[in-house]
C-alpha cells in the first residue's frame, strides 16, 4: 500500500459529461502529480501541485483542470468528455517537489479507471 | 526535453532465471534521476529502485538491481532470481534537474514462466 488514496476506482460515464477524480496523498507529502495513462499515449503528465499552487504543467487540455486543497487533498475535474479520455488515471505524491528534488520517490495511487461511452 | 526508450514490448523468462530489461534515456540535463517501476495487472504503480547521476555506484533494492552505464544514457534493470509474482508491466522513468514531472518510457511486459 503506497499510502496514496484514489477515489473512486472506476468510473463509467458518457461522452460530454463532467467528472471528479480526488486523490489523498500520504500523510506529510506537500506534492500531487496527476498522470494519464492510455494504450496510444503512454504514461503521461498532467500537472503538479505543491503545497495548494500548481507548480508545473504537462499535457493537460484546456478541459481538464486540477486543484489541491488546504488539507492538501487534490482534485482532477474532466469535462466535456469524449471517447479518447477513457485511461487510467494516476495520481502520486511526494515529500519534495518544490523545486530541485531529484530523489524524492513519488508514490502512485491504485488509480482511477475512466470509461467513457 | 527528456526521452525515455524501452525497446522491449515483451520478454518471457523461467522462473528463477535472472532477467535485465533494458532503458535507454536521453537528456542534456547534467543532473538527473532514474526509476523503475513495475505495474501488475491489478493497476497499481510500483517504484522499484532509483538511481541519481551523480551516483558512483549502481542501486540495489533487494532482488533489484539498476546497471547504470552514463556514458551509454542506460539504466537497465536487472531481476535476480525471478518469481512469477514477478510478472507485471515494467517502466523506465527519468526526472530531469528543475522538472517535476516523471517522463516514461513505452514499458515491457515481462512474463515469467513456471
Known amino acids: 500500500d503506497s499510502g496514496v488514496t484514489q477515489t473512486p476506482k472506476h468510473l463509467i460515464t458518457a461522452t460530454g459529461q463532467r467528472v471528479t477524480l480526488r486523490c489523498s496523498p500520504r500523510?506529510?507529502?506537500?506534492?500531487v502529480y496527476w498522470y494519464q495513462q492510455s494504450l496510444d499515449q503512454g504514461l503521461q503528465f498532467l500537472i503538479q501541485?505543491?503545497?495548494?499552487?500548481?507548480?508545473a504543467k504537462g499535457n493537460i487540455l484546456e478541459r481538464f483542470s486540477a486543484q489541491q486543497f488546504p488539507d492538501l487533498h487534490s482534485e482532477l475535474n474532466l469535462s466535456s468528455l469524449e471517447l479518447g479520455d477513457s485511461a487510467l488515471y494516476f495520481c502520486?505524491?511526494?515529500?519534495?517537489?518544490?523545486?530541485?528534488?531529484?530523489?524524492?520517490?513519488?508514490?502512485f495511487g491504485q488509480g482511477t479507471r475512466l470509461t467513457v461511452v | 526535453a527528456q526521452k525515455i526508450t524501452q525497446t522491449q514490448p515483451g520478454m518471457f523468462v523461467q522462473e528463477k532465471e535472472a532477467v535485465t530489461l533494458d532503458c535507454t534515456y536521453d537528456?542534456?540535463?547534467?543532473?538527473?534521476?532514474l526509476f523503475w517501476y513495475k505495474q501488475p495487472s491489478s493497476g497499481e504503480m510500483i517504484f522499484l529502485i532509483y538511481?541519481?547521476?551523480?551516483?558512483?555506484q549502481n542501486a540495489t533494492e533487494g532482488r533489484y538491481s539498476l546497471n547504470f552505464q552514463k556514458a551509454r544514457k542506460s539504466a537497465n534493470l536487472v531481476i535476480s532470481a525471478s518469481q512469477l509474482g514477478d510478472s507485471a508491466m515494467y517502466f523506465c522513468?527519468?526526472?530531469?534537474?528543475?522538472?517535476?514531472?516523471?517522463?516514461f518510457g513505452q514499458g515491457t511486459r515481462l512474463t515469467i514462466n513456471p
Open positions: 502520486a505524491s511526494s515529500d519534495g517537489g518544490g523545486g530541485g528534488d531529484l530523489n524524492t520517490e513519488a508514490f
Open positions: 501541485y505543491y503545497n495548494g499552487e500548481e507548480r
Open positions: 538511481q541519481g547521476s551523480y551516483d558512483q
Open positions: 537528456t542534456s540535463d547534467p543532473s538527473y534521476g
Open positions: 500523510s506529510g507529502d506537500l506534492s
Open positions: 522513468a527519468m526526472r530531469a534537474q528543475g522538472a517535476q514531472k516523471l517522463v
